[in-house]
């Protein structure tokens, strides 16, 4: 959740950052209302319980022939101090029910507006030309026998596919391309749960405006993740910390097949396999101490920005505006490929700082100086994913429908440099 001492002391940026969102100002007005009611509450259950021991020093006290007097003034407190207790919990649900609807606090300087209001901060490389008319990356697909959709959709329905052959093997060289970079840099792999707990999904932020996209196993009340950022982050949940004493962040890199229901989209890249319900995917997670947070962010984007250079992809990263951001997100870049057959950048990768939002959920916290323990920092950046291999086929492809694979993939292809039709 957002930080309580900071809704206390400057509501105002709060809200500025809820307007820089498109969301609702008056929450926060909600919420420190809801903060003093529900210490009011304690308080005055506090003076009771202080009251009620008192009185019982008096009872125990008191003469034989008052004593049943006074434990009828006793009882009566007692029925104060429980009714009491019950403002307390009513008031801490509430406080709890309208804090949590508040979204993580953007940066200062994140643009303000919605999914259109971007600011591009660089474009990379040059746009693929062909000399004869490309083909989209589901018709390659189906030439060189690498993805198959009809049967996808045969088996599991519409967004499913199945990858042969070498699409396979070329999902499966771009991830340990991404993990054997993540272990060069220093985060530990992990293979992750994608089945996880209500309270770590909540903890995340992924219960909140995009619920829709989750599956979940009612049953037992268990939902599947839709990037392994979602176990990570429960990882070192309701832990301290201790940071390595050169000041480096933990890092890990969680490889994990995903789910998303991809609720509300229909219609919407409806054809091949750049917006599907099931896919892998690497994914960099990082805690670090808060006043790291932004170095680190530069850090993951670095990273991924050298995987799209080293596969040979037009690319550019945006800053995305605060309308746009999840609910953990107070910043997040957008690294977007050129996709040939449409014409446009599409999305391939993001990476985004959460600040201590994440944290105060999962209460995963460091040791201060002063020996108290304060939430860290946790960022999230994909590194690898099964999307990617649209952009490859797409970019990369010859006259004759065969594709060039990018020279970095080879070794984990067997050395292959060009995938044939079948």
């Known amino acids: 959740m957002i930080d309580l001492q900071l809704l206390r002391d400057h509501p105002d940026v709060i809200k500025a950052s809820q307007e820089a969102r498109g969301a609702s100002v008056s929450v926060v007005d909600d919420a420190v209302a809801a903060d003093t009611a529900r210490r009011g509450a304690i308080t005055a259950f506090e003076a ?56 993580n606090v953007v940066l200062p300087d994140v643009p303000k507006g919605g999914e259109d209001d971007f600011v591009t901060l660089r474009t990379v490389g040059s746009k693929p030309e062909f000399d004869f008319e490309p083909k989209d990356h589901a018709d390659l697909g189906e030439h060189l026998g690498i993805i198959d959709i009809p049967r996808g959709v045969k088996v599991s329905g519409s967004r499913f596919y199945f990858l042969r052959g070498l699409g396979a093997r070329l999902e499966i060289a771009l991830m340990n391309l991404g ?12 293979i992750t749960p994608t089945l996880v707990r209500p309270e770590t999904m909540a903890g995340t932020g992924f219960l909140g405006e995009h619920a829709a996209e989750v599956y979940r196993l009612e049953a037992d009340d268990l939902y599947l993740t839709g990037t392994s950022e979602v176990a990570l982050a429960g990882f070192h949940a309701d832990e301290i910390l201790s940071f390595p004493e050169s000041g480096e962040g933990i890092r890990y890199a969680g490889w994990s097949t995903c789910y998303r229901r991809e609720a509300g989209s229909a219609g919407k890249d409806n054809r091949g396999i750049l917006r599907v319900h099931q ?3 690497l994914e960099m997670f990082a805690y670090v101490l808060p006043e790291q947070a932004e170095a680190e962010h530069q850090r993951l984007v670095a990273m991924q920005e050298s995987m799209m250079q080293d596969l040979g992809l037009h690319y550019r990263v945006i800053d995305v505006a605060g309308g746009d951001l999840g609910t953990s997100a ?10 040939p057959t449409q014409g446009t950048f599409r999305e391939l990768t993001s990476t985004s700082n959460c600040t201590t939002f994440q944290a105060r959920r999962l209460d995963t916290r460091y040791r201060t100086e002063t020996g108290k ?38 070794p984990y292809l067997g050395g292959v440099e060009v995938i044939e039709p079948r």
């Open 373 to 410: 323990t304060a939430p860290v920092a946790t960022l999230n950046g994909t590194l690898a994913t099964t999307r990617w291999i649209v952009a490859i086929l797409e970019t990369h492809q010859q006259a004759d429908g065969s594709v060039v694979v990018p020279e970095v993939l080879r």
């Open 179 to 190: 993990l054997d970079r993540a272990i060069e840099h220093g985060f530990e792999p992990l």
């Open 48 to 103: 009771l319980r202080a009251e009620q021991n008192a009185f019982g020093k008096t009872v125990a006290k008191a003469p034989k022939d008052e004593k049943a007097a006074l434990v009828q003034q006793a009882q009566a407190l007692a029925a104060k101090v429980k009714d009491a207790q019950a403002e307390v919990t009513s008031a801490e649900e509430a406080f709890d029910r309208v804090v949590r609807s508040i979204p």
């Open 279 to 281: 896919f892998n995917k």
């Open 330 to 339: 107070a910043r997040k870049y957008d690294i977007e490929a050129w996709v």
